[in-house]
């Protein structure tokens, strides 16, 4: 049973914004630092943001700037607002803890910048 759902994945032009969702468990939103990754294929899964609270953020050197990290509690939602995404940014992007969890990996939502 997953126990973290990521979803708003989509197409998306350059310069375009998308904002993903990852659902998760009281137990697992409320004891861990949350992190969105992202993997290409052939490539490395990478970190490009964590959040502890809404206080404590990191970002990759890539989306600094671009994207943002933030949790609603009451819902246990860990959101990515990406914004003025470019090519590079296409990748299938996870949630997971920070460190990462292996138990913890979903199925992911695809992200595709593209004209």
């Known amino acids: 049973q997953a126990q973290l759902v990521e979803s708003g994945g989509g197409l998306v032009q350059p310069g375009g914004s998308l904002r993903l969702s990852c659902a998760t468990s009281?137990?697992?939103?409320?004891?861990?630092?949350m992190g969105w990754y992202r993997q290409v294929p052939g490539k490395q899964r990478e970190l490009v943001a964590d959040l502890i609270t809404d206080d404590s953020t990191n970002y990759a050197d890539s989306v600094k700037g671009r994207f943002t990290i933030s949790r609603d509690r009451a819902k246990n939602t860990v959101y990515l607002q990406m914004n003025s995404l470019k090519s590079e940014d296409t990748a299938i992007y996870y949630c997971?803890?920070?460190?990462?969890?292996?138990?913890?990996w979903g199925q992911g939502t695809q992200v595709t910048v593209s004209a």
């Open positions: 997971n803890t920070e460190p990462a969890r292996a138990p913890f």
């Open positions: 009281e137990s697992i939103f409320s004891f861990y630092r």
